[in-house]
Every structure is written in C-alpha cells, then in structure tokens.
C-alpha cells in the first residue's frame, strides 16, 4: 500500500518496493525508518543493503560493551553490532563525492551550504541521528569493534565538519564510553516497526521517482512484448 498524506512531507512505500527500485543501478539512499512506532523516525534504511540501522539518539554515551548488555536481552534486544566494513560501507556511500584512502581517518572540510559535502553531511545527521546536539555543536559518531575499536562519523564545530572514518585513539576501548558519541547498531530486518509493517516513510519529493524506478522493470517488459 502507498500511503501520502497531504500537508505531511514523506510518503510510506513498500519496502519490497523500494528494495527492487533499489536494485536497478542508482546511488545508495537513506530511507527514514520507525523502530518502535509509527513516525519516530529512530532508523533508517540503507537500500542498498538492506541493513537497518538504529539512531545514535539510542546509543549515545554507551560503551561497546554496554551495547552488547543491550543488545543480548536488555533494551535494544535483537540489534546487532555491525561489521567494520558495513559501518565504512555506509560513510563511504554517504560521502561518495570524496575519495578516501584506505588511510584517511580523519576528514576536514567546510560546513556550508556552498561546500560539496553539504548535502551529504545533512543526510547523515537525519538518517544516522545526532548522538549529542548543542546550538553550536553536533555529534554524529559512533564506535566500531573491529581488529581495533575505533570511531566513525561525523562532528560538526564552527562552521566546519570533521568526517571520522575508522579514527583510532589509544584511550578507545570496549569499556570506554564518552556523552556525544554512540555505538552502531543494525538490524537485517524484521526488527524495527517499518520492517514488521513493510512500509518506509520516503520524502516526499523524492516519491514519483521511486514509484518510477518501482514500476521501471514492468514498463521495459511491457515493452519488449510489443517488440
């Protein structure tokens, strides 16, 4: 069911949907999701990969090992932590218009409306969440639990954006935990309130041209019958 709601800025479409519109070749996207009920917006979905993955909101000032607390019966149960590569997967394909090394930890660039990393940057604080947020500051990263436990994100101070990527520090560890930066976690579905009910909320500009990528693979078959 497509539900769009006049004076509301997202239409609700299928996640099946989405996921076959996401199969045709297109940049990955963020879909705001619901974790525990209709319009909370405390997820997003990664239509690429089908990954579901939680706010920061939800994990801020958690350590690595109280995330695992969490996930294995506590309140975030049925979350997992994800894989280094997926959570650098993820930056990656958020900020695909920077080319960074394998060795590139740390990003600095311009905050602004004029900056290419702009857009960007605004994706990641709506769909990824804000750990911590003051009038000045924003805090949008979280640890990773790899070969190392490191930091991934972004943080935006003074009109510049920091782009953490697999950042290391000799103070980070699985016990360690700090108020503006979170934990990563993700679901493979099933989990949140959007995947149990099948539907993602799309903005709503964004809508006919998903609904057109939806429908793209009936319209080329249609027309290969008439051929």
């Known amino acids: 069911e497509i539900s769009c709601v006049t004076g509301v800025q997202t239409c609700a479409l299928p996640i099946s949907a989405l996921m076959i519109a996401a ?13 525990l009920s209709e319009g909370d917006s405390l997820a997003a979905l ?4 089908g990954l579901e993955w939680l706010s920061l909101s939800e994990t801020n ?5 109280d995330a695992l607390d969490a996930i294995n019966g506590g309140k975030l149960d049925g979350w997992r932590l994800p894989t280094q590569d997926e959570v650098t997967t993820l930056l990656d394909s958020v900020f695909e218009d920077i080319s960074f090394s394998d060795e590139t930890t740390l990003y600095t ?7 290419a990393s702009y ?3 605004n994706h990641w604080l709506t769909h990824i969440g804000e750990a911590y947020t003051t009038s000045e500051r924003s805090w949008s990263y979280a640890f990773v639990d790899g070969e190392a436990v490191t930091l991934t994100g972004v943080f935006i101070q003074n009109g510049t954006v920091s782009i953490f990527r697999n950042f290391t520090h000799n103070d980070y560890s699985v ?9 990563f976690l993700v679901s493979d579905g099933g989990l949140t309130y959007s995947s149990r009910n099948g539907v993602a909320d799309v903005p709503l500009p964004l809508a006919p041209m998903a609904l057109g990528l939806i429908f793209l693979p009936w319209a080329r078959a249609r027309m290969a019958q008439k051929k």
């Open 119 to 121: 857009d960007d940057t």
């Open 61 to 65: 000032g958690m350590s690595i090992n």
């Open 175 to 183: 016990d360690y935990s700090n108020n503006g930066q979170g934990i």
């Open 23 to 35: 199969s045709l070749p297109s940049q990955a996207e963020l879909i705001s999701s619901d974790y």
């Open 109 to 115: 660039t311009s905050y602004s409306s004029s900056s």
């Open 46 to 49: 990664d239509t690429e990969t």
